[in-house]
């Protein structure tokens, strides 16, 4: 009989990767360490397949096609970021198993055979999963284009994936990639909700899930915190369990955590705690894109994709976006918000503000700056 040996948590955080001098290198370094101990617990338990639930950064998914659950079951789960390709091999049987398991239990899920995927599994790949022989299931949870999943619905998806692998042979262990609180691409992005944090955690180690999965989409939204959508359906495939924290840093713009779960109640758990107070307003940070502005998201979307492309949005913006149909006023503030190298530039401050304004995703905005700023340095070194 199957079952799930491993239950973990981790941040993914591109500046894992990139290390930006704002941020703190001690903090990265003891998130790593961390993941590494996550690492550990896979050679301890050694699981036949490891199932990983993440979010995406407009990476892997666009407006033409935005899946609530969707499972990757090709041949490899190839993740690209930061110059670097990762390609473990998918647990087929499993994956192919737990989709049509699924669908068989009213989850209508998306699958792919050929998704690439971003730092939110490159991350886990890098430092948990570290070269290890383990296969892995690539699970997306919708986490940053509305509308999103209830925690609950996630937390029910997480048990039922829980029901099939005991049915089957495998054990397995499940790992949650994302929050805690951060705003990417939005003008919260160095303010993140550190104190809403601090409250979940506790109220996780005390055994009091419900304190999350019972939160809203808007009031998660409100703290910085749908990449917590993909820590539901491990609490849901454990049942009652409590948090053992190994890392939690604050970040000049991120919570970064790493936890392992435990199955049952929480050894002198504490009584729960007040509720967070929330102002539990409309979505405010991530909502859904307005029709108007999908021409301006599609350049955006296309520019991390297509270097060629990108080149000729760095050397004669006015001809693509013009090719985009984007309206004047459009065209105008890519140009300024990316901060080409006109007249022989200096290298160009962030700023995705003015692009969000327009309608442009936060996400999606704030990740294609950043290539097109990065190609923009490599072209400036006069580099091929």
Not at 283 to 305: G, I, M, Q, W
Request: charged share 20%; with cysteine.
């Amino acid at each position: 009989m199957g079952q799930i040996v491993a239950a973990m948590a981790t941040m993914h955080a591109p500046q894992l990767f990139t290390r930006p001098p704002e941020e703190d290198p001690a903090q990265l370094d003891a998130g790593i360490a961390a993941m590494g101990r996550l690492g550990q617990l896979l050679d301890e338990t050694k699981p036949d397949a490891l199932i990983i639930f993440a979010s995406d950064h407009l990476e892997t998914f666009f407006l033409k096609s935005v899946p609530t659950f969707e499972i990757v079951a090709g041949e490899l789960a190839t993740a690209v970021f930061a110059g670097k390709t990762w390609s473990p091999k998918i647990h087929q049987g499993l994956a192919e198993g737990l989709l049509n398991a699924l669908v068989e239990r009213d989850f209508d899920m998306a699958y792919s055979q050929e998704a690439e995927l971003g730092h939110s599994f490159a991350a886990p790949f890098e430092w948990v999963l570290a070269g290890r022989d383990i296969p892995v299931v690539p699970i997306f949870v919708n986490t940053y284009l509305p509308p999103l999943p209830r925690a609950r619905r996630c937390a029910a998806f997480g048990k039922a994936i829980a029901d099939i692998v005991a049915s089957r042979k495998e054990r397995v262990a499940v790992l949650a990639s994302g929050g805690m609180s951060h705003y990417p691409g939005t003008t919260k992005y160095y303010q993140p909700a550190f104190d809403f944090d601090q409250w979940c955690i506790a109220e996780l180690e005390n055994g009091h899930s419900d304190s999350f999965l019972d939160l809203t989409s808007q009031q998660l939204d409100e703290v910085g915190n749908t990449e917590m959508l993909p820590w539901a359906p491990v609490m849901g495939a454990l049942g009652e369990c409590h948090l053992e924290l190994y890392s939690y840093q604050p970040t000049a713009h991120h919570g970064h955590a790493a936890a392992r779960f435990h199955p049952g109640p929480a050894p002198n758990a504490k009584p729960k705690q007040a509720p967070y107070k929330f102002l539990n307003n409309p979505h405010e940070f991530y909502v859904h894109p307005p029709v108007s502005a999908y021409r301006l998201n599609k350049l955006l979307y296309d520019s991390r994709h297509k270097p060629v492309m990108r080149q000729q949005l760095l050397k004669n913006p006015a001809e693509v976006v013009g090719e985009y149909g984007l309206t004047p006023e459009e065209a105008c503030v890519v140009v300024a918000a990316l901060k080409l190298p006109h007249n022989n530039s200096a290298q160009p401050a962030l700023d995705a503000d003015p692009l969000v304004a327009l309608g442009a995703h936060p996400v999606g905005a704030l990740m294609a700056v950043h290539v097109l700023q990065s190609e923009q340095r490599r072209m400036l070194r006069g580099a091929p």
